[in-house]
């Protein structure tokens, strides 16, 4: 049950947790384990709590747009993709992006982690992110014990809340993208993910529906007397009082059904809003770069600049093959769930049998280093390197960059994953590309370690006024280029044996797109986000930029703390929500001083 407004305003609460998210609904769960703590989640969407379009599978993006599940960002006009301004969609209601993801369940590579900690991050590596990653998850193992699938129990947990299995559907074309990628010498991968891949999933296999943060985590402890969750409570503000160079919150400002509420708090304040809103928070309680906070009249409380800096975002653009029409009848693909009637005859099936269409899922991928994809992977790197180093010498990049830039040009070096490669079972949703009675497979290619940084900064003192979301694409050409030898790849893995017998040619962008240039304007004019916004508050020495420390506190404040993804300081090669579950658990130990 959620709360009623009387029962929050004016109130006071020992941890009041701003976001009703994937990190946030997990911590919550996890400190309300201990009855003598009362909890307060202020969450801005509602609980949509039993709602089939969030329980339902295969619902891939139909939630975008409706505020009712979307916060429907978009970031400032980016000069380097055209001069288009790039839909972010980002969960909102209980459960958070978890409850609008794509399902796929499972962290990066080891060095990502450790690169964390090399930051001047002590003690946060693979081994802290691994460990509590079992907790968050109870692995089913799949009934079809197809060879494309390959998990080992040792990277799964078997008592978490969060249910997590492998597709109930294969497509049919898992094996023939796994053979030649073979060819190239990508191999299947053990877990964790270097190489060619199922990903798990938050699917439920035997409940055939969603398993996130609201009927995993949440459902735990929504009969706790010490949780209270108000949905619909828009943060505006953290209230505090300054004792000598130190912060401590006071309280929250809330706006509930268009009027402004205080709520109080006894011990510590938590943002769990995401990376995008974090800042916004944030700036609007006086913390942040004094410079902006001046500039919009707001009363500097604490003056930390690396609040909304630091972005980086994963994105991916699309190269489409139509099926030969000989191969249709074998491969199953998500073509025909436009079609509402048949979309509602597959919804049954579904529900009834677990079988058809929407067991299907994306999970076929391939994590891995350029130079097993390019032929001019070394040229590359000599020129990257060359631009780094130049950068350096002129003095263009901060302390923070040079130490990001070593880290990733030394994972390129001994040839770390750093490009991901999906097939998907389907066209992607551009009009007139699709025809009726055709199938398709799509490469989603994949830029996970960018190079450029971006900002996320308030644009007025108004709390319901977007932020200004800067991701810089493509100011750092390494970016571009990268997707560029994606592309050609995804090209000869077309044309090689045994997916070459499925795929036709390339119906999107198609032949007449040849040279570098052509495929570089493709990809500017069709580049999408890939949903995985992090640094806004990252964990680094305060020195290097850093908004929180190692204990997730935010510097200089007694009780303020971060927790969600918006603290990682360098890119991860994965898709984030078992990291976002991942950090919440983390916190919780941490605040339970456990860790
Ligand atoms: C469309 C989409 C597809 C994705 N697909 C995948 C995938 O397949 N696999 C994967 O691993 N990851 C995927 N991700 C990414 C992953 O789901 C997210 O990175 C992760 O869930 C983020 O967790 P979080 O706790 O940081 O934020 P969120 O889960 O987004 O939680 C933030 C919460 O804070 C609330 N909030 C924000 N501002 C305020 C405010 N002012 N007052 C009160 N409440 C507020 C929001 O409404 C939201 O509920 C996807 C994300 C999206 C959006």
Redesign the pocket.
């Known amino acids: 049950m959620t709360a009623t407004i009387d029962q929050v305003s004016e109130k006071t609460f020992d941890y009041i947790i701003?976001?009703?998210?994937?990190?946030?609904l997990t911590l919550a769960t996890r400190l309300s384990e201990d009855p003598a703590l009362s909890i307060l989640i202020?969450?801005?969407?509602a609980d949509n709590l039993n709602d089939p379009a969030i329980l339902t599978p295969a619902a891939y993006?139909s939630?975008?747009g409706n505020p009712s599940y979307?916060?429907a960002f978009k970031t400032e006009p980016q000069a380097n993709v055209n001069g288009r301004s790039v839909p972010w969609?980002?969960?909102?209601?209980?459960?958070?992006?978890?409850a609008?993801?794509?399902?796929?369940?499972?962290l990066a590579n080891k060095g990502d982690y450790d690169a964390i900690e090399k930051l001047g991050n002590p003690g946060w590596n693979w081994e802290l992110f691994k460990k509590y990653q079992l907790k968050t998850e109870t692995f089913i193992e799949p009934e079809v014990k197809d060879q494309s699938i390959n998990y080992d129990l040792a990277h799964h947990g078997n008592e978490g809340p969060l249910t997590v299995s492998h597709a109930l559907t294969l497509s049919g074309l898992e094996k023939p993208f796994n053979d030649s990628l073979v060819k190239f010498g990508i191999l299947p991968a053990p877990e964790p993910n270097t190489g060619t891949w199922l990903s798990p999933l938050t699917i439920h296999p035997k409940n055939r529906i969603r398993s996130y943060?609201a009927n995993s985590y949440y459902t735990l402890a929504s009969s706790r007397q010490n949780l209270t969750v108000l949905t619909g409570?828009?943060?505006?503000r953290l209230e505090s009082r300054k004792d000598g160079n130190l912060l401590t919150a006071t309280g929250v400002t809330?706006i509930y059904d268009k009027q402004t509420h205080l709520v109080k708090v006894g011990r510590e304040v938590v943002l769990?809003?995401?990376?995008?809103?974090d800042p916004?928070?944030l700036e609007l309680s006086g913390i942040g770069d004094k410079k902006l906070l001046e500039k919009h009249n707001i009363e500097v409380k604490l003056d930390l600049p690396g609040v909304g800096s630091n972005i980086q975002e994963h994105v991916f653009f699309t190269a489409t093959h139509e099926i030969r029409e000989d191969k249709k009848e074998e491969v199953q693909t998500f073509d025909n769930l436009h079609d509402p009637v048949e979309r509602e005859k597959q919804i049954a099936l579904f529900q009834k049998e677990g079988k058809g269409l929407l067991g299907l899922a994306?999970n076929i991928m391939a994590f891995v280093p350029l130079s097993q994809l390019s032929p001019d992977s070394d040229t590359i790197y000599t020129q990257l390197k060359k631009t780094v180093d130049e950068g350096i010498a002129s003095g263009k990049y901060s302390s923070l960059q040079r130490k990001q830039y070593r880290l990733q040009l030394e994972a390129l070096k001994r040839g770390s994953p750093n490009c991901e490669i999906i097939l998907v079972q389907g066209a992607p949703a551009i009009p007139g590309l699709a025809k009726p009675g055709k199938k398709y497979g799509a490469f989603y290619l994949l830029l996970n370690h960018p190079f450029s940084r971006g900002s996320i900064h308030i644009k007025s003192a108004d709390?319901i006024d977007y932020p200004a979301i800067d991701p810089h694409y493509f100011e750092e050409e390494y970016d571009i280029h990268l997707l560029i030898e994606l592309f050609k790849f995804s090209r000869r893995l077309a044309k090689t044996e045994p997916l070459q017998s499925y795929l036709l040619d390339e119906v999107h962008p198609g032949p007449e797109c040849q040279t570098d240039e052509q495929i570089a304007d493709f990809i500017k004019t069709y580049l999408v986000t890939?949903?995985?916004?992090i640094g806004s508050c990252s964990l680094l020495p305060l020195e290097d930029g850093g908004v929180v420390d190692t204990k997730l506190k935010v510097y200089n404040t007694t009780n303020i703390r971060v927790v969600?993804?918006?603290i990682l300081p360098l890119h991860i090669g994965?898709?984030?929500?078992?990291?976002?579950f991942t950090?919440?658990e983390i916190a919780a130990d941490i605040i339970k001083g456990n860790v």
């Open positions: 701003i976001g009703g998210g994937t990190s946030g202020l969450e801005a969407g993006g939630h975008f979307d916060w969609p980002r969960g909102k209601g209980l459960g958070g992006s978890s609008i993801n794509f399902f796929q369940y499972h943060a409570a828009h943060v505006v809330f769990s809003s995401g990376a995008i809103l916004q928070i994306i709390p890939t949903y995985h916004t969600d993804v918006s994965a898709h984030l929500q078992a990291t976002a950090i919440g």
